[in-house]
T-cell receptor, first 116, second 108 residues
């Protein structure tokens, strides 16, 4: 079975440009998470969806960030406009909510974003 | 104060050593607990869940102390391949909070 798929794996862009990160969760999983990881701040949860519905977006840093999940097999995280401080590795993870309390999250390989 | 705190290390140990990591959490309502492992420039992967009664998986033992709000991970007979960053994860409802990780380097 394919794991969580993210694209692109690497993105280098200039400040002010729009960036779109994509994620395909594991088939059958109904929870999807977007994380950001930096040396300074560690791994931070940005937003998570359950059954395609955003449940908690309190981690989204500001209005420049938006996330969508139009169907069970696809999600996007968009940054517009991008800034150098957005440079980080962005991970998508999915889980099957057999139990909301104990289910394991499976991470994608991440997108390494560099904003110049 | 961070919700989940770990000693960042690094821990540098020789092969065969026993090493222990601790993690404290601030939300007493937290329901479930995990240890993840992250190799350099890779994604985090689940190492083991942590159960109230404690649990063991080969050389790895995890313990939970709800009264003191900490979890621990013990690695026995450490291998070179155990070198990684170990992330403590605390979950409440659907939301998981990750610690910043403890870096372990096992040397020959």
């Amino acid at each position: 079975d394919a794991g969580v798929i993210q694209s692109p794996r690497h993105e280098v862009t200039e400040m002010g440009q729009e960036v779109t990160l994509r994620c395909k969760p594991i088939s059958g999983h109904n929870s999807l998470f977007w994380y950001r990881q930096t040396m300074m701040r560690g791994l931070e949860l940005l937003i998570y969806f359950n059954n395609n519905v955003p449940i908690d977006d309190s981690g989204m840093p500001e209005d420049r960030f938006s996330a969508k999940m139009p169907n069970a097999s696809f999600s996007t995280l968009k940054i517009q406009p991008s800034e150098p401080r957005d440079s980080a590795v962005y991970f998508c993870a999915s889980s099957s909510s057999g139990s909301m309390w104990t289910d394991t999250q499976y991470f994608g390989p991440g997108t390494r974003l560099t904003v110049l | 104060r961070k919700e989940v705190e770990q000693d960042p290390g690094p821990f540098n140990v020789p092969e065969g050593a026993t090493v222990a990591f601790n993690c404290t959490y601030s939300n007493s309502a937290s329901q479930s607990f995990f240890w993840y492992r992250q190799d350099c420039r890779k994604e985090p992967k689940l190492l083991m869940s942590v159960y109230s009664s404690g649990n063991e998986d080969g050389r790895f033992t995890a313990q939970l102390n709800r009264a003191s709000q900490y979890i621990s991970l013990l690695i026995r007979d450490s291998k070179l391949s155990d070198s990684a960053t170990y992330l403590c994860v605390v979950k409440n409802a659907g939301k998981s909070t990750f610690g910043d990780g403890t870096t372990l380097t096992v040397k020959p």
